[in-house]
C-alpha cells in the first residue's frame, strides 16, 4: 500500500493505494492536520512507502517528519527535482507541487489532449498534450478568494456560501455576488480555453478538480470530466516513477 499525502492551503487530501488503485481517500483541514500531525498521520494498514506533495513550505517539514514516524521511512516529497513522466515546459522551481501532480494525474487517467482546471482556493489551469507535455497554464483567483474579497473589500456586502442557487438575473444580494463570481470566472475561463485553442491549433478536454468543480460544471459547460482525486492519483504516479524497479 501507498499513502499519499496533498497539503493545500485549505485542506490536505490523504489517499491510499495499491498500485495505481485508490483504496481510499480522506479530506481534512490543514489547520487540523497541523495541530494534531500522528493522529491524522497514522496508519491503520501497512504501508511500503509514501509521498508528499505541499503547496505549504511551513508545512513540508512536520509532515515529512511526522510520516517517517507513522509510516516507518522517510517519505518522497516531491520538489522541483523530482523526475515524473512529463515534460514540464514551464520554470519547475516556480511550479506549486499541486498543479504538477494534477497535471501527470490527467496525463495517467485520460488520453488526449488536455486543459486541467483546478478549482482549489487558487483557479489553475494547466494545458496537457496528448504526447506528455505540461506547456503551462494559468492562475486566477479562487470562488472563495472572490467571496471574501467582496465581503472584506466593501462594508455592506455580506460574505456568502459558495453553494447555492445562482441565476442569471438575481433578485437578493446573496444570489447576485454568487451568480456574478461564478459566471465571471466561467466566462473568463472559456475566454481563456479558446485563446490556447487558437494558440496551438487543436482542441483540449476540460477536466475538472478541487473543491469548487462540481459547483463550477453548472456554468462552465466546456468541463467534460469531475476528478476529485486527479491529483492524488498523479502524486502517486509520481511516487511510482521514481519507484527503483523490482521494490
Request: glycine share 10%; with cysteine; hydrophobic share 40%.
Amino acid at each position: 500500500m501507498i499513502f499519499t499525502v496533498l497539503v493545500g492551503n485549505t485542506n490536505t487530501r490523504l489517499a491510499w493505494f495499491a498500485g495505481r488503485r485508490l483504496v481510499r481517500c480522506r479530506v481534512v483541514s490543514t489547520n487540523a492536520l497541523l495541530k494534531d500531525l500522528d493522529r491524522h498521520l497514522k496508519q491503520r494498514v501497512r504501508v511500503s512507502g509514501s509521498a508528499l506533495a505541499s503547496v505549504v513550505p511551513a508545512a513540508t517539514r512536520p509532515v515529512t517528519a511526522a510520516l517517517r514516524r507513522t509510516s516507518g521511512s522517510l517519505p518522497m516529497v516531491v520538489d522541483r527535482r523530482t523526475r515524473t513522466p512529463l515534460r514540464v515546459d514551464y520554470d519547475r522551481s516556480q511550479l506549486g507541487a499541486d498543479r504538477l501532480c494534477v497535471a501527470v494525474g490527467a496525463h495517467l487517467r485520460y488520453p488526449g489532449n488536455m486543459v486541467v482546471i483546478d478549482f482549489g482556493t487558487a483557479t489553475t489551469v494547466n494545458v496537457v498534450t496528448s504526447e506528455g507535455r505540461l506547456l503551462g497554464g494559468l492562475i486566477l483567483p479562487g470562488i472563495s478568494m472572490m467571496l471574501h474579497s467582496l465581503a472584506d473589500s466593501t462594508a455592506r456586502l455580506p460574505l456568502i456560501p459558495a453553494v447555492g442557487p445562482h441565476p442569471a438575473i438575481a433578485h437578493n444580494t446573496e444570489t447576485a455576488i454568487r451568480s456574478g463570481v461564478t459566471r465571471v470566472l466561467a466566462g473568463g475561463l472559456d475566454r481563456i480555453l479558446s485563446e490556447i485553442e487558437r494558440a496551438n491549433g487543436r482542441s483540449y478536454r476540460v477536466v475538472a478538480t478541487g473543491g469548487g468543480a462540481r459547483l463550477m460544471r453548472r456554468v462552465l459547460r466546456r468541463i467534460s470530466k469531475l476528478d476529485p482525486d486527479l491529483a492524488s492519483h498523479g502524486l502517486a504516479g509520481i511516487y511510482q516513477y521514481n519507484r527503483p524497479a523490482g521494490s
